[in-house]
């Protein structure tokens, strides 16, 4: 057992993790170099086609008679729920910083998780080939972030493999010891942090040839001590169509056979490990996962809401007392309505969404009714990003063709009554008079930019309602923390901050409580008719500017029709903008060849009373780019 090392890899987006994860597999001969391709570990389309880690990947390696377990981690931040709980399972963190780029937001984010859960910290600069590279520079803000020293931090690239087997060893340089009480481990930190032994738990035999003394304590069969009770941590689970459930586990105490029979022990409920074993990164069979391994269980469970990410895995014969830390609930903050085109795919909409929730524990919905597009779901999302990979998803594994209405975030609603009750949608707000507040979530962000740009995201807040909280520097970097309402947020703020700094900006938030504030719903209506799906929350102060704004894009997007269609943005019974469509006119005229005056005006008589009649009862075809316009707002 003293020779396994759990560790992830931790940086901001694009700063080269999976990279330095294949030339990992590659020098380890984990992977031939047959079986090897870029971004191996990113097994989804997706995850290939945008370049980016959507879900966190476990592998197992062999490097100078230690056995490695590697956990790649997403570094976009509607993912960061998926950091921490790798880190949890792991005692060191690597943390690569791009050459080119130094020190982002997420990079301070995942810093602040790791340093949290006590872990060791290897810091790394990747990218040291390129000829942009500022090796000394960004060496001089890591320094400044962990308080290292300047041999501490190892210079790679992943690209070309350049010591990248340093890296390796400096994972397998934390020495156990043992004493009598357990395990005890002597090693150097890197990161002026306290290191975390490899293993955590007690080194126990195995429970296959135990025999109970009574009915709360189990021995082994020459009776020379108490037997450790089982505990694993789920890190991960998915839904496998031919397998079923699929745990990622680390062992913390105890071991695990095939076919046992396990304990969740906070959903309380049973099952068979079918099939345990190890990942390289393909499933790899075992008769066993020991305390201190990561590994993979096979279970005979139907769905992943028996066993949650965050439980504990326990024996059925020898169980476990108390259950481990585990996670806390990740809440979504962004909400959308997803509609399929013909109601006829509403089945299929559900089918697939509550496969995808199988294996993603942030996923949230519940049935929503339109009157406009019919039956649908309104789904929970951890941001716009997590939302457009769920979207694309659906419609390549599913084949759906889907609307999707305007994002928003969840609001606490305070009635007269002193109920407070939430809303996921503009729709769902109860009438006016029965409300005494309403109260939107706020967000706590940072912002890392060059310090002669700190102008423009300074104003680029205040315009979105939000105020600087604090200004502080890494080199030449500035880091901006500030709060600003979520809703705000949700839209283009990330194009805008972009466009702002020139590109060199990167952006980290958090949710930070709900206030109360001047809010109102915007309706829209087209042709008088009002249409739930297009409503929004905003503040009074902005409603009229986003009622022109929207109705705008609206003209934009809705066809012209045969007759003259208003479109309107209105505050209750009061109307704050609007837009006219024109109608068509078709040349009634065209086939009359005399100069008759009154035949000509009884036929455009005829016509106008056709169009007036069209206008009454006409119905006009909404295309689904009408509903995303506030995607589009700019």
């Known amino acids: 057992m003293d020779k396994i090392r759990n560790f992830c890899i931790i940086a901001h987006i694009d700063h080269g993790k999976s990279t330095i994860a294949d030339r990992m597999m590659e020098i380890t001969g984990t ?84 340093l949290e859960q006590d872990l060791t910290i290897i810091p790394v ?206 809440l979504p903050f962004v909400y959308a309505g997803f509609f399929p085109v013909s109601n006829d795919q509403y089945k299929d909409l559900k ?56 994002p928003s975030t969840n609001y606490e609603v305070l009635l007269n009554t002193g109920e407070l009750i939430e809303i996921k949608s503009a729709s769902d707000l109860p009438d006016m008079t029965e409300v005494a507040e309403i109260r939107e979530p706020w967000v706590k962000g940072e912002i890392i930019v060059p310090r002669e740009m700190i102008g423009n995201v300074l104003n680029l807040i205040n315009e979105k309602r939000g105020h600087q909280t604090n200004l502080s520097y890494i080199e030449e970097r500035a880091v901006i923390d500030f709060e ?29 409580g709900y206030r109360a504030e001047d809010l109102v719903r915007i309706d829209f209506l087209v042709a008088g008719e009002r249409m739930d799906a297009l409503s929004v929350m905003a503040h009074r102060s902005e409603a009229e500017a986003i009622g022109r704004e929207v109705t705008k894009k609206l003209k934009e997007v809705i066809p012209r029709q045969n007759f003259e269609v208003a479109l309107q943005a209105a505050i209750g019974a009061r109307i704050i903008a609007r837009e006219t469509i024109g109608a068509y006119r078709k040349d009634v005229l065209v086939k009359i060849h005399t100069g008759d005056r009154d035949r000509k005006a009884k036929l455009l008589e005829k016509q106008k009373r056709g169009k007036a009649r069209m206008k009454r009862f006409g119905k006009i075809d909404i295309p689904p780019e009408a509903f995303t316009v506030m995607l589009k707002r700019n």
């Open 351 to 406: 089918e697939a969404i509550e496969k995808l929730a199988l294996s993603d524990s942030a996923l949230q919905f519940q049935p929503e009714n339109s009157p406009v597009l019919g039956f649908g779901l309104r789904i929970g999302f951890l941001g716009l990003l997590h939302m457009d990979i769920i979207k694309e998803r659906l419609e390549r594994e599913s084949g759906l063709d889907l609307i999707v209405t305007n």
């Open 125 to 330: 600069i990747n990218k040291v080939d390129l000829p942009a590279a500022d090796v000394e520079g960004v060496s001089a803000q890591i320094m400044n972030l962990l308080g290292c020293s300047k041999d501490d931090i190892i210079e790679v690239s992943g690209k070309t493999g350049l010591n990248i087997d340093k890296i390796l060893d400096r994972i397998i340089e934390t020495k156990p010891v043992f004493s009598s009480s357990g395990l005890e481990f002597l090693s150097t930190s890197y990161a002026g942090t306290r290191a975390e032994p490899p293993l955590r738990g007690e080194p126990v035999r195995s429970v296959r040839n135990i025999r109970v003394k009574n009915s709360n304590q189990f021995y082994d069969s020459e009776n020379t001590g108490l037997v450790s009770p089982t505990r694993a941590l789920i890190f991960d689970s998915y839904f496998d169509d031919y397998r079923g459930v699929v745990l990622y586990v680390r062992i913390f105490e105890g071991e695990i056979d095939k076919n046992s029979e396990i304990l969740m022990m906070a959903a309380k409920t049973k099952g068979l490990a079918l099939e345990v074993g190890v990942l390289t990164p393909k499933m790899a069979p075992k008769d066993s996962l020991k305390a201190g391994e990561i590994g993979y269980i096979v279970t005979n469970l139907k769905t992943t809401r028996e066993a949650k990410v965050g439980d504990t895995v326990t024996l059925v014969k020898n169980p476990a007392h108390e259950a481990l830390p585990g996670y806390k609930n990740v």
């Open 31 to 114: 992977v031939s170099k047959r079986e090897m391709k870029s971004q191996l570990l990113d097994s989804m389309d997706l995850e290939r086609e945008k370049g980016i880690t959507i879900k966190l990947a476990p592998v197992t390696m062999h490097w100078k008679g230690y056995t490695l377990n590697l956990i790649d981690t997403p570094g976009h931040v509607d993912f960061s729920y998926e950091v921490s709980r790798s880190l949890q399972a792991v005692e060191t963190a690597v943390l690569v910083v791009d050459a080119t780029q130094g020190i982002q937001a997420q990079t301070l984010a995942n810093v602040y998780l790791a």
């Open 484 to 512: 600003a309402p979520m809703a705000n947020l949700l839209t283009d703020f990330y194009d805008q901050l972009k466009s702002a700094t020139s590109g060199y900006a990167s952006f980290n938030y958090e949710l930070n």
